[in-house]
């Protein structure tokens, strides 16, 4: 089922970006249901480590819907560094059932502009996306 959300070319140009030339450390993206599409709600350049995912998980919202999408850093057991982009659908528990079922059903039309995630979660309350 599709909810007919457009995505904007914002979001789409920010998220290849990221993924070329790793310029953004985490975005957050809302559906403006006025305009109907996914829209850059705030895009950070800069950070790393505990603190910089600390402050990503700060940003979202406990009763309203967002799509996050954070560049996440890792060491491999030989030390070797490397990251993967990862996709969050964010619906807390006490968001609304309209907005839950929106953004649910508006994730596969931003999937597909937006290709190269590696990870995706779904996130429903604080402790599922730590």
Excluded at 23 to 30: A, E, F, I, P, S
Excluded at 37 to 49: A, D, F, Y
Excluded at 72 to 81: I, V, W
Excluded at 87 to 104: C, R, S
Aim: glycine letters at 8%; aromatic letters at 10%; one cysteine or more.
């Amino acid at each position: 089922m599709s909810s007919g959300v457009a995505v904007s070319d914002e979001v789409c140009e920010v998220f290849n970006a990221m993924k070329l030339k790793h310029d953004t450390k985490y975005m957050l993206c809302k559906i403006n249901r006025e305009a109907g599409e996914i829209q850059l709600h705030k895009r950070v350049t800069e950070g790393s480590g505990r603190a910089t995912y600390d402050e990503f998980i700060s940003e979202l919202p406990p009763r309203e819907g967002m799509y996050a999408i954070y560049d996440f850093d890792y060491e491999t057991d030989e030390g070797g560094k490397r990251n993967k982009l990862m996709f969050i659908v964010w619906a807390p528990d006490d968001a609304p059932i309209k907005e839950k079922m929106l953004y649910a059903s508006s994730k596969d039309g931003l999937k597909k502009k937006i290709v190269g995630i590696q990870w995706e979660v779904q996130g429903t309350d604080y402790d599922e996306v730590e």
